[in-house]
């Protein structure tokens, strides 16, 4: 039988005095925290036959760091018997102390041995996670994971041989994911390696999904949605995808205050104490279906204020509007919200969006004509050719979205500009998806610097064929050539120009941005092998970037 806790623990919230842990265990029970001579229970619920509990840490001291322990039943089963690893520990977060965020997206679930390293190459979260636990890099605050944590349509040798012990491979969806069981063994996968399970379980984590967590160019277009309706398989996939997403990811997201508001773990905490634990499975399902059917009916964008920084993670896939005429990668409600959030007051203001914002220009430019054309600025040949090539390229960021695109870049500039109260010193932009690094800043004279700093992949590069066509489509020809093509198509021309400052690198990365005294420094790591030692690769810096406080200095590498 082996171990009753499946998965985790994984520490998600945390603030000055509370803490969240999550864990999945194999069977109905109560499951027990302690630390600092105190203990906090929670008991399990159930969904589609696997069990999962939330304990709510409180009363917590600023600042404090206390090694916990978990146990199931009475029974303790963390830390596991003859870990390598340091103790987990609870870390409150220090009032006033500046924030230290690691962040990435896109990794898949591929063993850390030699075939997994050339195919895959290193994982570079399992590096930094080996880093962190030797004591060469200090634990981060925050550890940001901006989208296809999961990879539900582009499934590993271990996952097809999971789907092929319960169904025909053969029939669709084939080797993609199929329902909750399948989804909950992909999160295994992904999660389970042991330096990360590791890290996972002492540095707060908190997600946003991107389109592979469900499948590739989600809700690209209403064209797109309309051929998925059209398959057999696709209801039971979303519905799937989005139930587990807002138990595996989505609810370690949510303050205390949020969680007890949201409507469904309302129904995990306001059962009797004597009560049985409540089977989520209808429910879940239920609500995950409403989610996708009507995007105003939730939100999963969430904003966090802490150490004179605020965060904002927006939702750019179940809350697009996909409506020919209104298209927005933010529908109506969503835009509104994200306006309401971006105040000044802060030192620095975080937008966390798994899709860049600010692609290279070569690539906006593309994105921006094939929405237009397929949109009909050409007629309805060229709509379809447009619609084909959206389809094929992945043309779906938002430049893709010229409404959205021109009403976030308006709201950030009038931040930035101050008349949203005291400007920042930078508005920064964290995005992933593309399969490559780099940092991008908006041409200004005075104001907040605006940044899009980009991190992707952590695990998944790009062959190198594509490496090529991404930067001829980037930072070649295409510039000017996709900017003449959007002036044809009518399109508007962006509210201000920006340029990559550094980059693309093509490696498997993980940054780290902090705030210091002399400005925001951002790096990008990426994992090594040594000497043969798949296993235990050493973290290797890829670029460092300071860009001061100071709009009279430069950015300094």
């Known amino acids: 039988m082996g171990s009753p806790l499946v998965l985790g623990p994984m520490l998600r919230y945390v603030d000055e005095t509370s803490a969240a842990i999550w864990v999945e265990t194999r069977a109905e029970c109560l499951v027990s925290v302690h630390a600092e001579g105190r203990s906090w229970q929670a008991r399990s619920f159930a969904v589609h036959g696997h069990h999962y509990a939330l304990v709510e840490v409180d009363r917590l001291e ?41 962040y990435g997206s896109c990794r898949t679930s591929v063993p850390h041995d030699r075939s997994g390293n050339r195919t895959h190459g290193v994982d570079s979260l399992r590096a930094f996670a080996l880093a962190v636990a030797d004591g060469r890099v200090d634990r981060p605050d925050m550890l940001l994971l901006l989208g296809d944590q999961v990879y539900a349509d582009s499934t590993t040798k271990e996952m097809q041989a999971f789907i092929r012990s319960r169904r025909d491979i053969r029939e669709e969806p084939g080797k993609e994911l199929k329902d909750f069981e399948e989804y909950a063994h992909l999160y295994q996968l992904a999660w389970s390696d042991d330096a990360n399970r590791w890290l996972l379980s002492c540095v707060p984590s908190a997600m946003i999904f991107d389109d592979h967590d469900i499948r590739d160019d989600w809700n690209a277009s209403l064209d797109w949605k309309r051929k998925m309706q059209a398959t057999t398989w696709w209801h039971e996939r979303i519905v799937a995808g989005l139930a587990s997403y807002w138990v595996y990811q989505h609810l370690g997201n949510l303050s205390p205050r949020e969680r007890a508001a949201d409507q469904m773990w309302q129904q995990v905490i306001g059962r009797r104490h004597d009560a049985p634990s409540p089977d989520l499975s209808t429910a879940l399902d239920e609500f995950a279906d409403r989610c996708d059917k009507d995007p105003d009916s939730y939100r999963w964008s969430y904003s966090r204020d802490f150490d004179g920084t605020r965060l904002i993670v927006l939702d750019s896939r179940v809350s697009r509007d996909l409506t020919p005429s209104a298209r927005g990668l933010l529908n109506g409600q969503e835009l509104a919200w994200f306006d309401r959030q971006m105040r000044g007051g802060f030192r620095h203001v975080l937008v966390a969006t798994s899709l860049p914002i600010l692609l290279p220009l070569g690539l906006h430019h593309v994105e921006a004509w094939d929405e237009a054309i397929a949109q009909g600025a050409w007629g309805r040949p060229a709509a379809w050719v447009g619609e084909r090539l959206r389809q094929a390229f992945d043309l779906e960021h938002w430049a893709a979205f010229q409404n959205s695109f021109q009403a976030v870049a308006g709201i950030a500039t009038e931040l930035a500009d101050g008349t949203r109260g005291p400007s920042p010193l930078t508005v920064t932009f964290l995005s992933g998806d593309v399969h490559y690094s780099y940092l991008a800043e908006v041409e200004r004279q005075d104001g907040s610097r605006i940044l899009q700093a980009v991190c992707s992949p952590v695990r998944n590069p790009l062959p190198r064929f594509l490496r090529w066509f991404s930067v001829a489509m980037s930072y070649g020809a295409a510039t000017p050539l996709g900017a003449a093509a959007a002036h044809s198509a009518k399109v508007p021309d962006p509210p201000f120009r920006w340029r990559t400052v550094e980059g693309p690198w093509f490696d498997n990365n993980l940054a780290l941005l902090q705030d210091g005294p002399d400005g925001l420094t951002m790096t990008w790591h990426t994992g090594v092998v040594e000497n043969g030692d798949e296993r235990h690769p050493r973290l290797e810096e890829v670029a460092a970037i300071t860009v001061p406080a100071k709009r009279d200095s430069r950015a300094s590498s």
């Open 62 to 102: 600023p600042g404090s760091v206390s090694p916990y322990e978990v146990e199931i039943d009475g029974v303790s089963v963390w830390p596991e018997p003859g870990s390598e690893y340091p103790a987990s520990v609870i870390a409150a977060r220090t009032p006033g102390q500046r924030s230290r965020i690691a």
